[in-house]
């Protein structure tokens, strides 16, 4: 596997785990303060569209 793919492999996985945490302890407690959690996910995220862009 090549690094690239290795990169957005490992970026998918941080996504899914982070939206995982989230999702629990939301549920845990509805009011719960999630802009961390939400700011994560979208930096995450946004690194993962910018690397597909870059590469064509």
């Given at each position: ?32 303060d ?20 870059s590469?064509?």
């Open positions: 596997m090549d690094i690239k793919t290795e990169v957005l492999k490992s970026l998918c996985e941080m996504i899914r785990k982070c939206a995982a945490d989230f999702a629990e302890k939301i549920e845990k407690d509805p009011n719960y999630s802009w961390q959690e939400i700011a994560l996910i979208k930096e995450l995220s946004d690194a993962l569209y910018n690397i597909r862009l590469c064509g």
